[in-house]
């Protein structure tokens, strides 16, 4: 039951926002009375909590799982796993985007003060300085800021899927699809990765200096 009314309360989130969203709707969307939330919540704070706790959290923590092999050695390779997981995450959790967009990045959001304490800033370092070490090596495009790397694979995938209910009304625009999405984000960030032209030469460069000392 409790796992029922978790569902019910993070749908209705996504799609009317928090403020918007009564613990009666979210009984009533669970096909139980609304004391039954209350048994379960206590209050709407509390399950502010179990939402973030229990289901954004661990969306993180899944994005976030450590890799092994040869994806941890490609850079290229390490930003595909993440866009997957990504995809991934979102299709199990369809009402994370517009949640996400909604009430953690909106200022004012309701879940925005919570999340930032729960932010994988350990992760997001150690990303970073792995696209760092390959910028380096000249392996991934040196124009490229590291840290803000996570940040636009995030958008990209994200907002897409968080308004894709106002493309679809607009006349003339095709419906955003998920398969399409993730070969469009997925090919914009090969792109941006690969070394520009220039990069090879200074690398050409560097080693004829090394050869010739």
């Known amino acids: 039951m409790r796992e029922r009314l978790l569902a019910s309360a993070t749908q209705l989130f996504g799609e009317q926002g928090i403020a918007a969203t009564t613990m009666a709707q979210i009984a009533e969307a669970a096909g139980v009375t609304s004391a039954m939330v209350h048994y379960y919540f206590t209050n709407r704070e509390k399950l502010l909590d179990a939402v973030v706790d229990e289901r954004i959290a ?25 866009v997957a997981r990504l995809f991934e995450v979102t299709s199990r959790m369809p009402w994370l985007p517009p949640l996400w967009l909604r009430e953690i990045v909106n200022e004012g959001g309701l879940l925005r003060e919570r999340m ?98």
């Not at 092994?68 to 595909?80: C, K, M």
């Not at 996570?150 to 995938?157: E, G, P, W």
């Open 58 to 82: 661990r969306s993180i923590a899944f994005v976030w799982e450590s890799v092994e092999g040869d994806i941890a050695q490609d850079p290229r390779a390490l930003v595909e796993e993440l």
């Open 116 to 213: 930032l304490k729960r932010l994988p800033i350990e992760q997001l370092q150690r990303f970073a300085a792995r696209i760092g070490e390959a910028q380096r090596d000249g392996s991934v495009n040196a124009e490229l800021e590291a840290p803000l790397l996570f940040i636009s694979i995030l958008a990209l995938v994200m907002l897409p899927l968080a308004t894709s209910k106002i493309w679809q009304s607009a006349r003339g625009f095709p419906k955003i699809e998920r398969e399409a999405l993730h070969r469009h984000v997925s090919a914009l960030l090969s792109a941006a990765l690969r070394p520009a032209p220039q990069d090879k030469r200074v690398r050409r460069a560097a080693g004829r200096k090394e050869d010739a000392s």
